[in-house]
């Protein structure tokens, strides 16, 4: 029976709810979590939760010769194997002095910017995917087929290039090759022009993209964002500019920079990127220097490597990427090998982005920073008899594990 | 509200053919170069196992070539690269750094499968087989 004697009823209203987001993929198929804690559909605060994806490549390194290494750091992230291995091999080629010739340089610059378009055509298309739109995503993934295309013709997989070697390139391309990735991408430009058009004016994509995580110029700089998301917030952020590697010193480009500093401006600095990316593989292609052959006899590079080490940088599809490689000069494999990938900055760093939007955004802003979770794992170590855990900072992995 | 971009290509899409291929029946358009499997000719191989120690994936083994087959002088050790398929990444790197160039280079890709698929036929073909007694 109903008690009378009740007269009040006393609500405890939840503060905060906690709302995991992946690890089984949050955004894109990648393994990491975001623990949401919300006041209602608001975002109140976010922790960044890695290490679902470690593998222990720099370790993997270590154990393997200098050689043996360009092949497995191309492994890292299957999207950006070309930079991580034009990464390595440079970081390599100053430690043996060696410079390859232009051509090879040129072909390089091309391979890589061809992956600069597949990748951002990708997460252009997983963030259509991501708002609901599936219709455009399949567009730009059937329009991505025919840079995997081009990819294939010059280095001979979709994927994994396997294009870079101590002193040049591994393959050469040829008057009817090249015309069929000049094709290619003279086909392509109309397609991204017109993707461009309808990001700017869906409805659907702009109401899901406009001011949603928002950084401003001063944020960008402090948490030390790299790449497109940098850019979008008008930081003129790009080693491609500043380093002239390879042959970005030939190359004709602009960096794109925008001032919104919002999720749809970083994907709109994608898109403007792989236009610059088209034209400069054309320019790449009909000004291809003729100065000697680019593919080095593999079986007459140098075998010792001088002690000595080399700290390189390349401009990846997700931010500055950067490799530190040691020699001892005895021994044939690397004394150390160290990765810093831009989703580490990008990815890590992010938690304040998210807070004061809904929980519906968090996809979106996630994507918008186009995490990449493979290469960016970083230690946790459990210790299984006190049950404790430990998070090995950066100062110690940079010290070469010496605690 | 306006009309949306993407509407003339969903109508277009409805009539046209499907961009996607049914796939094993259907056979994906690759490059002549395309990197396929690759196999040692064992009429050219010296069994250095260069390969072997290059390979970063580890995914060839030096092997012995099986008694009833005629192997040629430059191969004293009767040694020959097996490469399991399963683990090889295709990086051609044992193409390129063979000494005496007898890797077989094709563009084959489809070799997924239930059991465990190696070099060894394709190998093994390339040598005369001797009769046992």
Redesign the interface.
């Known amino acids: 029976m109903y008690d009378m004697s009740v007269t009040k009823i006393v609500e405890i209203p939840v503060v905060t709810t906690e709302v995991p987001i992946g690890p089984q993929h949050p955004a894109l198929h990648e393994p990491v979590m975001l623990k949401v804690y919300a006041d209602g559909e608001e975002v109140v605060r976010v922790d960044v939760n890695t290490g679902y994806n470690h593998r222990g490549i720099e370790k993997l390194c270590e154990k393997?010769?200098f050689?043996?290494?360009?092949?497995?750091v191309?492994?890292v992230c299957g999207i950006c194997n070309a930079v991580h291995a034009n990464c390595y091999v440079r970081a390599l080629e100053q430690i043996l002095d060696v410079t390859p010739n232009r051509r090879a340089k040129f072909l390089r610059v091309l391979s890589m910017e061809l992956e600069r378009i597949h990748s951002h055509m990708l997460i252009n298309a997983v963030m259509a995917e991501i708002v609901g739109f599936e219709?455009?995503f399949m567009?730009i993934m059937?329009d991505r087929e025919k840079v995997m295309k081009a990819k294939?013709?010059l280095t001979?997989?979709r994927v994994?290039a396997?294009f870079m070697i101590v002193g040049g390139v591994?393959?050469d391309i040829d008057d009817v090759k090249k015309e069929k990735i000049k094709e290619i991408l003279l086909k392509l430009k109309p397609r991204v022009e017109y993707y461009v058009?309808?990001f700017e004016?869906?409805?659907t994509i702009l109401k899901r993209l406009i001011d949603v995580g928002k950084i401003n110029y001063r944020d960008a700089t402090s948490h030390s964002f790299v790449g497109p998301p940098a850019r979008a917030s008008g930081v003129r952020i790009d080693s491609r500019a500043s380093d002239k590697y390879d042959a970005y010193d030939e190359i004709p480009f602009n960096v794109v920079t925008r001032n919104e500093g919002d999720s749809w401006a970083r994907m709109m600095v994608r898109w403007s990127e792989v236009m610059e990316s088209i034209e400069m593989g054309l320019y790449i292609l009909s000004n291809l220097p003729l100065d000697g052959n680019p593919v080095p006899d593999?079986?007459r590079l140098p075998r010792k490597f001088p002690p000595g080490e080399a700290f390189t940088r390349v401009e990846a599809q997700r931010g500055e990427l950067t490799y530190y490689v040691m020699s001892d000069g005895k021994s044939q494999n690397p004394y150390r090998v160290k990765i810093r990938t831009p989703s580490f900055n990008n990815i890590v760093n992010s938690a304040f982005m998210y807070v004061g939007y809904s929980l519906a955004d968090v996809p979106v802003i996630l994507t918008s920073l186009d995490p990449c979770i493979s290469c960016m794992e970083r230690v946790t170590v459990i210790d299984l008899e006190k049950g404790t855990r430990e998070r090995i900072p950066f100062k110690q992995l940079s010290s070469g594990g010496k605690r | 509200m306006k009309r949306p971009k993407l509407l003339e290509t969903v109508l277009r899409n409805l009539v046209s053919k499907p961009a996607t291929i049914q796939y094993p029946r259907e056979k994906t358009t690759i490059e002549p170069d395309f990197r396929g499997i690759q196999y040692a000719d064992l009429s050219k191989c010296t069994g250095c196992s260069l390969c072997s120690i290059e390979c970063p994936a580890d995914a060839i083994k030096m092997t012995p070539i099986p008694q009833e087959y005629a192997v040629p002088k430059i191969n004293p050790r009767r040694l020959y690269p097996l490469i399991n398929y399963g683990k090889c990444v295709y990086c051609y790197r044992c193409v390129k750094v063979c000494p005496v160039n007898a890797y077989i280079v094709t563009s084959k890709y489809d070799i997924a499968g239930p059991t465990r698929y190696t070099s060894e036929d394709l190998s093994l073909k390339t040598l005369k087989e001797v009769k046992s007694q």
Do not use: M, P
């Open positions: 393997n010769t050689y043996r290494d360009i092949f497995i191309s492994r219709t455009l567009q059937l294939e013709i001979g997989n994994s396997d591994r393959r058009k309808v004016e869906d409805e593999e079986r």
